[in-house]
């Protein structure tokens, strides 16, 4: 079989990059098909704050008959670089046929591209940095992706393996119901805290969107300081992502704990519109944007992006609080589940908070990494 390897470079080719998962998932009932209005957003230099300092490269390749059967996006992201100490660049947005040859030819590109900046290794999927979604679904195919989570065919982790990847860290997501009956455990820790009158939790004001933006911003940066692969989001970052969850958002999932006034821990859910997205198939305009606001006050899970507690504070009970405003919420606002996703496998610390309040991990994601010298230097055309 002929494959043929290049660069995205015009609006034609991009719309085929950016439409290749329908091909990939038309038999994978529990695929929910991205925006494709945000997918041309997010690879759009002048509309994704991530491009104000990382660099990105974008490749597809196709058979003899120029259909696209893979694609990949190629990432240099310096200030992760510097920030641990380490010459990587990442591939995301990652899709190919159940074809190794199309698969390795992928990574010769993105290998070739991130020799120029001297990486020595690859690191992956990430789409573009740790804070976007990230890891391949190896556990929990039977469930549909929530809001901003991957998923992917079962056969991509056995054409990693065999394209020289290893596992560098697992993603855990854990699950509960709004039935969930909560351990004594929880409840003596909620108990406990409550009665302290130097810590308040109040919910999100959007009429102050710009300071609620760098409070919650100043919380997650000093919160994930020390969790592998961080890297810290910037202002623009920050904004640019509240700007867009504030359409869909409700208040009373977002929480912000302060412990004598000062910021000190938060909880960031929002409603998973992925549950209406599958009928919009990609498309809001002209008549999906109709059905997402008819269809959106049906919405019945939640994800939890994050719930984080900067380090001086974190001995005093503050997640239990969080975790009590949003279940409270899921009870009074309709919502049926909630998921907490992702976790690193090595962030014990949360781990042990959410399996000891009960919670079931439902989904594992994996990220990679392989050596760039194991795909070679240059991009090979035409036949493998």
């Known amino acids: 079989m002929k494959f043929y390897t290049f660069e995205i470079k015009n609006g034609y080719d991009l719309k085929r990059f950016i439409k290749m998962p329908w091909r990939i998932y038309r038999d994978y009932p529990k695929w929910i098909p991205p925006l494709i209005g945000e997918m041309h957003r997010k690879l759009n230099p002048e509309k994704n704050p991530f491009f104000e300092y990382g660099q990105v490269k974008l490749f597809g390749v196709c058979n003899g008959e120029s259909e696209m059967v893979g694609r990949i996006a190629v990432i240099y992201n310096p200030v992760h670089c510097e920030i641990h100490q380490e010459s990587v660049g990442f591939f995301g947005l990652f899709e190919s046929i159940n074809s190794l040859e199309v698969s390795h030819e992928l990574f010769r590109a993105a290998s070739n591209y991130l020799s120029g900046f001297k990486c020595t290794h690859m690191v992956g999927p990430v789409n573009f940095s740790t804070n976007d979604e990230s890891g391949l679904l190896i556990d929990g195919y039977d469930e549909s992706p929530t809001l901003m989570s991957n998923y992917s065919p079962p056969y991509y982790t056995q054409l990693l393996s065999a394209c020289g990847f290893n596992k560098v860290m697992d993603l855990l997501s854990y699950d509960g119901e709004s039935s969930h009956v909560f351990p004594q455990k929880y409840l003596n820790v909620f108990n406990k805290v409550s009665e302290k009158n130097d810590i308040n939790v109040r919910p999100f004001n959007r009429n102050q969107f710009l300071q ?15 969790v592998w692969g961080f890297v810290p989001l910037s202002s623009s970052e920050a904004e640019a992502m509240g700007k867009n969850f504030i359409s869909f958002s409700d208040d009373e999932l977002v929480w912000i704990a302060e412990f004598k006034n000062k910021p000190a821990g938060l909880i960031l859910a929002l409603p998973d519109v992925n549950e209406i997205l599958k009928d919009i198939n990609g498309r809001l305009f002209p008549l999906g944007i109709f059905k997402f606001l008819l269809l959106r006050r049906h919405i019945r899970g939640v994800r939890v992006i994050v719930l984080c507690v900067l380090p001086m504070f974190r001995s005093i009970g503050i997640e239990a609080l969080l975790i009590h405003k949003v279940r409270h919420r899921i009870l009074t606002g309709g919502y049926q589940r ?6 690193n496998e090595n962030n014990i610390r949360m781990r042990n908070i959410l399996e000891n309040f009960g919670f079931k991990q439902v989904k594992r994601y994996r990220i990679y990494r392989a050596p760039i010298a194991e795909f070679g230097n240059t991009i090979t055309r035409g036949t493998i």
Request: aromatic residues 14%; charged residues 20%.
């Open 212 to 226: 609620e933006i760098a409070t919650i911003r100043g919380i997650y940066n000093g919160s994930f300081i020390d």
């Open 338 to 343: 909630a998921e907490f996703s992702v976790i």
